[in-house]
T-cell receptor, first 110, second 115 residues
Framework: KQEVTQIPAALSVPEGENLVLNCSFT??????LQWFRQDPGKGLTSLLL?????REQTSGRLNASLDKSSGRSTLYIAASQPGDSATYLC?????????FGTGTSLTVIP | DAGVIQSPRHEVTEMGQEVTLRCKPI?????LFWYRQTMMRGLELLIY????????DSGMPEDRFSAKMPNASFSTLKIQPSEPRDSAVYFC?????????????FGPGTRLLVL
């Protein structure tokens, strides 16, 4: 069974810093990988989706990379802002199933 | 578009009662997903539909849980009888397998507390 791990579980950085969130998965036979953010008491918002044939995707200050062979993905956030504070989850699709990590809780300190 | 709509937003019930959660996906989306989120287990996929047909229900915890999608604009998740361990936030999400390549859009969730 696919296992998705996100380390660290929590991260606190000062405003303006660049940061990297990590996601690892055990089975490289994935269809795609998606990064989400979740604000307290809210649903998930999709940030970036990377197909298995792609290496990275970019949206504004966000850049997600995918290395299938090593079972890793990173989400890079440039020039962090307090509004980026949230929990970030990665999810992989393998076959008919979707597997989520437990998330990294990010706090950006003004 | 109003996004994915879920009702009720909060539900408190007693053990043994039937609970029905409702979801309206984004118009034009052909996939619908039901998830459960708890502190202990994180986010788990329960079941998903494609064009109103259940594709994978292997995440449904037991026979007490059932889901239906009678048409493209409505789905229900039913728990009968409910138990305290069913307490969680239940999310519905929808997607369109097209230009945006399966990006999932989540509803606000239903917070269920079973006493």
């Amino acid at each position: 069974k696919q296992e998705v791990t996100q380390i660290p579980a929590a991260l606190s950085v000062p405003e303006g810093e660049n940061l990297v969130l990590n996601c690892s998965f055990t089975d490289s036979a994935i269809y795609n990988l998606q990064w989400f953010r979740q604000d307290p008491g809210k649903g998930l918002t999709s940030l970036l989706l990377i197909q298995s044939s792609q290496r990275e995707q970019t949206s504004g200050r966000l850049n997600a990379s995918l290395d299938k062979s090593s079972g890793r993905s990173t989400l890079y956030i440039a020039a962090s802002q307090p509004g980026d504070s949230a929990t970030y989850l990665c999810a992989v699709r393998g076959g008919n199933q979707f597997y989520f990590g437990t998330g990294t809780s990010l706090t950006v300190i003004p | 578009d109003a996004g994915v709509i879920q009702s009720p937003r909060h539900e408190v019930t007693e053990m043994g009662q039937e609970v029905t959660l409702r979801c309206k996906p984004i118009s034009g989306h052909d996939y619908l997903f039901w998830y459960r989120q708890t502190m202990m287990r994180g986010l788990e996929l329960l079941i998903y539909f494609n064009n109103n047909v259940p594709i994978d229900d292997s995440g449904m915890p037991e026979d007490r849980f059932s889901a239906k999608m009678p048409n493209a604009s409505f789905s229900t998740l039913k728990i009968q009888p409910s138990e305290p361990r069913d307490s969680a936030v239940y999310f519905c999400a929808s997607s369109f397998r097209g230009t945006y390549q399966e990006t999932q859009y989540f509803g606000p969730g239903t917070r269920l507390l079973v006493l």
